[in-house]
């Protein structure tokens, strides 16, 4: 079964530096894997997925994510975060043998951004 | 751009009572999933619904639980007896074949 590991509960940057958000899965092949975002009160809004071709992704609002296989990670980057980027973030895993099956979550890294 | 809706935004209900959940999917899609997050934690799977069945279910997806989709639009989850643990948001999400699940706003779902 799938597993998604994020280490970072909570993470404080000032606004205008970078940020990675770390995201480790376990699964035996290579999953699907997403990145979604959630303000507070709010939905899951999907910032960005991998599913084959080229390990860098970008998404939307300026993040970007690269898997690396050999880490089983898909961590999550922005090189200049902005104050509305205060949110928690969510990394999923699907299973590749049916692009149906449900998504399984890490618990959430939650960001705040200081001036 | 076509989006998930849910109803209502949020549900206040005794002990005791029964809930419905209502989830408007995309018009195209084929499967559907009701997601829950309780206050603090991470999203967990419930139930997928597949060709009006049901396709997968969690070990949280007890007796207590159902889905239903009563005409070609509507993708109900119903809580029949609710207890305080029940409390919790509960997403909808919906998926047209592989790949991207779109997910509703939630219901947050308040029991006293």
């Known amino acids: 079964a799938q597993s998604v590991t994020q280490p970072d509960i909570h993470i404080t940057v000032s606004e205008g530096a970078s940020l990675e958000l770390r995201c480790n899965y376990s699964?035996?092949?290579?999953?699907?894997l997403f990145w979604y975002v959630q303000s507070p009160g709010q939905g899951l809004q999907l910032l960005l997925k991998?599913?084959?071709?080229?390990?860098l992704v970008q998404g939307i609002k300026g993040f970007e994510a690269e898997f690396k296989r050999s880490q089983s990670s898909f961590n999550l980057r922005k090189p200049s975060v902005h104050w509305s980027d205060a949110a928690e973030y969510f990394c999923?895993?699907?299973?590749?043998?049916?692009?149906?099956?449900?998504?399984?979550f890490g618990k959430g890294t939650r960001l705040s951004v200081i001036a | 751009e076509p989006e998930v809706t849910q109803t209502p935004s949020h549900q206040v209900t005794q002990m005791g009572q029964e809930v419905i959940l209502r989830c408007v999917p995309i018009?195209?899609?084929?499967?559907f999933y009701w997601y829950r997050q309780i206050l603090g934690q991470k999203v967990e799977f419930l139930v997928s619904f597949y060709n009006n069945e049901i396709s997968e279910k969690s070990e949280i997806f007890d007796d207590q639980f159902s889905v239903e989709r009563p005409d070609g639009s509507n993708f109900t989850l119903k809580i029949r007896s609710t207890k305080l643990e029940d409390s919790a948001m509960y997403f909808c999400?919906?998926?047209?074949?592989?790949?991207?699940?779109?997910f509703g706003p939630g219901t947050r779902l308040t029991v006293t």
């Open positions: 991998y599913f084959s071709g080229d390990t």
């Open positions: 999923a895993v699907g299973a590749r043998n049916s692009g149906n099956t449900p998504l399984v």
């Open positions: 999400a919906s998926l047209q074949g592989v790949y991207e699940q779109y």
């Open positions: 018009s195209n899609h084929l499967y």
């Open positions: 699964y035996g092949a290579t999953p699907y």
